[in-house]
């Protein structure tokens, strides 16, 4: 066999710029105004072909023989924007800006070819008014600032407007008799439309002490609307198992942020200490996400899947993204049901008395069997006189398991005596209620240290890698933590027992949802600079030596290897064994003649 394949690329662009800054005689007045256009147009191909059967020796794909396949591929596109910025100001203590921009893409069809995104903002220096002369000892700048925009995106395909057809779809035939075939690529999207943000901001900025310190926050709120999704999953009876890109909701944003710099705030002859300090916040609501989209994405609690995959991935209008939910763990019953029925035999107690020695002895003293509470906190009874017993994916009459001494309890929030999908509940988010960062400098003559950090708070990590190091399910090694398991009736632990491939001990649930929080040593870099007059008789102009180490230590009570765990889009942060981050450490010498 043979093959051969090429593909070529070209693109063009252009782009104009205008600026027009008026002149006027009161000096106090300044405005600027800027156009721009830019056009861009790109086309591509490829083709390939492969055959067999070929005669001798002979390699070359361009003769006659039997054809294995072959494909082809065209892409096209074309961009214009137009944008339009204004900018007014008087006395530099009030300022106005304005923006419109309008961009044209031929991803989009004839209907949605063209998005027009405007834009506004104001800037107010109170520290430039006359009332504020009293504070220019001590406060050098303060500004009020608001903004408001509209911001687009398109999709990444092109042609989602036309039906297309796939050249590479298979063959038609059988054995060596066969031709290949084109198909339907996918239906065409003539109402897709941009996906656009609009959002306002609202913040200050204060300078204090000549700008020893200076604090910028920023307050905003992000309304997207026309969300855009690749890969919809649609009907198969439409003929299609997914949509290219589809418009499936809308979600918001709030958040704030604020950093505070303070330079040379500690100053005693040739030392001097510079701090930075970072602090934001986020939180994302989902408001509207098509029916479609959800179900595609939200799996249903299946009783039979066990470990890291149990845990439910949901996506709910009105929740943030990146939410976890599963079973509430709340410990190990530490007797089993035979002790119960022992121990009525064994005291001759009647039905009554039996009832009222679980109640008031023995749930009394905050011991656990796997029986049923009820709402009121008493065990619940068979009309045989013994206690209901506790089972997992009680369904049609009969339980798939029943809970014995030893196993892990699962908060039965509804009371029935069943744990199932209606005992689901939220356990955490994925995202960290606040996050951010610091550093300092600090120099000493020619010397200068300048550590940094950054942290997360808040947010929640799925230790899967625990779970599978405490499962006790089958041959694999097992942590140490598991010798203290459930082994005899009255032992007290939170280590469920063994169980070879049997029962449902480490199911999703709190047990292994984790702080994520922490505190990271993210870099340090060491510096000296020799004197230039040391080293002008060495006929150089700088000589410096450097020295940095990365990712020295993380402060944190998460158990696993590195609680900073990476999410995707709709998915939560699960710890599945992931590879340490390394230590770096880089030293140099900088030489200038």
């Known amino acids: 066999a043979s093959s051969n394949a090429e593909s070529n690329r070209f693109k063009i662009g252009a782009k104009m710029e205008l600026v027009f800054t008026p002149y006027f005689k009161n000096k106090d007045f300044f405005s600027t105004m800027r156009a721009y256009y830019e056009m861009n147009t790109s086309k591509s191909n490829s083709q390939n072909i492969s055959v067999y059967n070929l005669p001798g020796d002979i390699t070359s794909p361009t003769i006659d ?158 309304d997207t609307k026309d969300l855009l999704m690749p890969n919809i999953r649609i009907p198969s009876m439409t003929g299609y198992s997914t949509l290219s890109n589809a418009n499936v909701g809308r979600m918001t944003n709030d958040g704030w942020e604020m950093n505070i710099n303070a330079r040379d705030f500690v100053k005693v002859g040739k030392f001097s200490i510079s701090a930075g300090f970072n602090v934001a916040q986020n939180e994302n609501l989902l408001k509207e996400m098509d029916e479609t989209v959800l179900e595609s994405i939200n799996n249903d609690w299946v009783a039979t899947v066990r ?87 009680y369904a049609d009459g009969a339980s798939t398991y029943k809970f014995q001494g030893g196993d892990a309890i699962y908060e039965d929030i509804n009371h029935d005596g069943q744990i199932n999908a209606l005992d689901v509940v939220y356990l955490g988010n994925s995202l960290p209620k606040v996050q951010g960062g610091f550093n300092f400098t600090i120099k000493y003559g020619n010397f200068t240290v300048k550590p940094r950090f950054m942290y997360r708070f808040g947010n929640k990590v799925i230790n899967v890698a625990r779970m599978n190091l405490e499962k006790m399910y089958d041959t694999y090694n097992q942590s140490a933590t598991v010798n203290y398991r459930w082994r005899k009736d009255g032992d007290v632990t939170p280590m469920p027992r063994a169980m070879y491939n049997s029962g449902y001990n480490f199911q999703g649930s709190d047990r292994y949802v984790e702080d994520g929080s922490f505190v990271r040593f993210q870099n340090i870099q060491v510096s000296y600079n020799f004197p230039k007059k040391m080293i002008k008789s060495w006929g150089l102009e700088r000589l410096q030596l450097y020295f940095s180490m990365d990712n020295l230590y993380c402060w944190t009570k998460y158990s696993g290897v590195d609680p900073e765990i990476s999410t995707g889009a709709f998915a939560v942060a699960k710890d599945n064994s992931q590879t340490p981050r390394a230590k770096s450490f880089t030293a140099s010498i900088n030489i200038g003649f």
């Open 307 to 393: 470990g890291g995959d149990s845990y439910l991935n949901r996506i709910q209008i009105g929740n943030a993204l990146g939410s976890m939910y599963g079973f509430r763990y709340k410990g190990v019953y530490q007797y089993t049901y035979d002790y119960l029925q022992n121990y009525q035999k064994e005291n001759n107690l009647s039905t009554e008395e039996y009832e009222n020695w679980i109640n008031n002895e023995f749930l009394a003293s905050g011991k656990t069997a796997p029986i049923v509470i009820g709402s009121n906190g008493k065990v619940q009874m068979k009309s045989n006189g013994k206690p209901m017993e506790m089972v997992y994916n």
């Open 65 to 222: 023989a039997a054809l294995k396949s072959m494909g082809s591929s065209n892409s096209r596109s074309n961009s214009q924007n137009w944008v339009y910025n204004g900018h007014f100001s008087y006395k530099e203590r009030y300022i106005v800006g304005f923006s419109l921009r309008a961009d044209g893409n031929s991803k989009f069809g004839p209907k949605n070819k063209w998005g027009y995104f405007p834009g506004a903002s104001l800037r107010y220096n109170i520290s430039d008014e006359p009332f504020m002369k009293w504070s220019k000892n001590f406060v050098s700048v303060l500004g009020l600032r608001a903004s408001w925009g509209v911001n687009g995106k398109a999709p990444n395909a092109d042609y989602l407007f036309y039906n297309t057809y796939n050249t590479s779809a298979g063959n038609y035939g059988f054995g060596n008799q066969t031709t290949p075939i084109a198909t339907l690529d996918g239906l065409k999207l003539d109402d897709l439309r941009w996906e656009k943000t609009t959002s306002y901001n609202l913040g200050f900025n204060l300078g204090l002490f000549n700008d020893m310190i200076e604090i910028d926050f920023d307050y905003y709120h992000k």
